[in-house]
């Protein structure tokens, strides 16, 4: 049997056990980790594939979270059935937003959708009576034991993780796959040879807004409690990007692995030096990025491993002199 299948099915099993042999920290922990890997996958669809620093993707997880707080807590939806409105509010926002911003190149798109986010969040903000405005929103939360509770969320999140990372193993084989590498290499070109690039970039978008839109949702229900500030913040995009850079852009598993470092990173600087913990750990990831600038994945690739690292850290310095 392959050497990687083998690992895998592994990593499946314990990841399958976890909840019953971990406290609740830690099943709360990994939860978190799940979420930020879904999250920086989704964003990888668009900004990893074609190259576009979609800014604003905050707003598909703000507008899922919302979706998921209105219909439970005004109209007495069940969770599933918000879940799947989630996803389909979201599918229609990005369709939208995609024609409208997706003409705009490099930092003319960016700055287009932090200003389409910045425009939802003002109107949510003061939709008073419907969303509750400033003042935040409640969700009726999950009945059970704190046990049960944690594994709900846990498994609910560690299934959407497998869909997306399944996902973008065929998106990166695919021809959409291919036709978004050739908008980031070279947008020109790729629409000399006949691809539509605004169709796919359309597309894209509003595949990592789905992704995007359904993580907001399961993130409402398992908080309990939502306002604008908190699921429109632009500080969720840029640990995105951050994750992205770390396990290595428009890769497969790249996001996935970004994210168990970074949060793993964060929660060890955090526990040890309180005060000093944003320093230490944006210190830890600009070294990391200059050592490894095309992430974790790029290592595994060569299959040189520690000897990866080495190489890289003497053509930096070369590069450098």
């Not at 929103?137 to 609910?156: A, D, E, R």
Request: charged share 10%; no cysteine; proline share 2%.
């Amino acid at each position: 049997m392959n050497r990687k299948l083998i690992t895998l099915i592994i990593l499946l099993a314990l990841f399958i056990i976890f909840p019953f042999i971990l406290t609740g920290f830690w099943v709360r922990f990994i939860t978190n980790i799940f979420l930020f890997a879904i999250l920086a996958s989704a964003l990888n669809i668009i900004s990893g594939f074609t190259g576009y620093a979609a800014f604003g993707n905050m707003v598909f997880f703000g507008v899922g979270a919302y979706t998921v707080a209105v219909l439970m807590n005004k109209l007495s939806f069940s969770f599933l059935s918000s879940f799947i409105f989630a996803g389909l509010i979201s599918i229609l926002l990005a369709l939208l937003l995609g024609i409208l911003l997706l003409r705009l190149k490099g930092h003319y798109f960016a700055l287009g959708t932090l200003g389409a986010a910045e425009a939802i969040k003002y109107i949510i903000d003061n939709l008073t009576d419907l969303t509750g405005g400033g003042q935040g929103i409640t969700i009726p939360s999950l009945h059970g034991s704190p046990v049960f509770i944690n594994s709900f969320f846990y498994f609910f999140m560690f299934i959407l993780l497998i869909i997306i990372v399944l996902f973008t193993w065929w998106l990166s084989r695919s021809r959409l796959g291919y036709a978004l590498k050739a908008i980031r290499a070279n947008e020109e070109a790729a629409g000399v040879m006949g691809i539509n690039t605004t169709v796919y970039k359309i597309i894209a978008w509003t595949l990592s807004g789905l992704f995007t839109g359904l993580t907001g949702a399961v993130y409402a229900y398992w908080f309990s409690y939502i306002d604008p500030p908190t699921v429109f913040d632009v500080m969720w995009v840029v640990r995105m990007f951050v994750i992205i850079l770390l396990g290595g852009a428009g890769t497969v598993l790249g996001p996935v692995i970004g994210a168990f470092i970074l949060e793993s990173l964060s929660e060890l600087v955090w526990s040890k030096f309180l005060n000093l913990h944003l320093g230490i750990l944006g210190t830890l990831i600009i070294i990391t990025v200059l050592i490894i600038p095309n992430g974790i994945m790029s290592l595994t690739n060569t299959g040189k491993g520690l000897k990866g690292v080495l190489e890289s850290i003497k053509k930096s310095r070369d590069n450098a002199l």
